[in-house]
């Protein structure tokens, strides 16, 4: 079945970095366009990058651009976000999803929170 | 960008009732919508695709319809298990906005 687990949240002060990872199994990865979203405490979701199935071409919300980078290993099946230069309002959970070919997101991680506050 | 404004931003309705949740684009976006449900705690879980599609194993009290900046999510009879907070999202090109959510509530 398909699975998708992210990993590398936790607590990060103001300007630092974090990288997190998406771990997909039960799918051919290589094959699917792939995003990341995240939802502030209380708040609604917010759409942040996607990466091609190829990892041609990758696109970011204005909120993100010039800080975050959306990447691929196809060999280990697995997605990344680097995030750098963090604000106190990039906190929030961020999950992984695949796109699924036909307008929707069909499969979503569990999430995992980034905290950014000194 | 393209900006999705639901309506309302929140309902309270009762078991057996039927609601209706409506999503309008900015701008037209032929049928590139999905709608989801969230729960607290979880990922969101996809419930319409392709503006009107119902995604595999969820319950055909969902509908979807509409095209082009108007859309329409209807529980046709709701159930204990509803009671969550629905978004719409668009697929007309980056940046893949959601509207700002729907909570609905137990009366």
């Known amino acids: 079945q398909v699975q998708l687990v992210e990993s590398g949240g936790g607590v990060v002060q103001p300007g630092g970095s974090l990288r997190l990872s998406c771990a997909a199994s039960?799918?051919?990865?290589?094959?699917?366009?792939m995003h990341w979203v995240r939802q502030a405490p209380g708040k609604g979701l917010e759409w942040v990058a996607v990466?091609?199935?190829?990892?041609?071409?990758?696109y970011y919300a204005d909120s993100v651009k010039g800080r975050f980078s959306i990447s691929r290993d196809d060999s280990k099946n697995t997605l990344y976000v680097q995030m750098n230069s963090l604000r106190a309002e990039d906190t929030a959970v961020y999950y992984c999803?695949?796109?699924?070919?036909?307008?929707?997101?069909?499969?979503w991680g569990q999430g995992t929170l980034v905290t950014v506050s000194s | 960008a393209i900006q999705l404004t639901q309506s309302p931003s929140s309902l309270s309705a009762s078991v057996g009732d039927r609601v209706t949740i409506t999503c309008r684009a900015s701008?037209?976006?032929?049928?590139?919508l999905a709608w989801y449900q969230q729960k607290p705690g979880k990922a969101p879980n996809l419930l319409i695709y392709?503006?009107?599609s119902l995604q595999s194993g969820v319950p055909s009290r969902f509908s979807g319809t509409g095209s082009g900046t108007d859309f329409t999510l209807t529980i046709s009879s709701l159930q204990p298990e509803d009671f969550a907070t629905y978004y719409c999202q668009h697929f007309n090109g980056s940046p893949y906005t959601f509207g700002q959510g729907t909570r609905l509530d137990i009366k």
């Open positions: 990466i091609s199935y190829d990892g041609r071409k990758k």
């Open positions: 039960g799918f051919t990865f290589s094959s699917c366009a």
């Open positions: 392709d503006a009107s």
């Open positions: 701008q037209g976006i032929t049928s590139a």
């Open positions: 999803a695949r796109y699924s070919g036909t307008y929707s997101f069909d499969y």
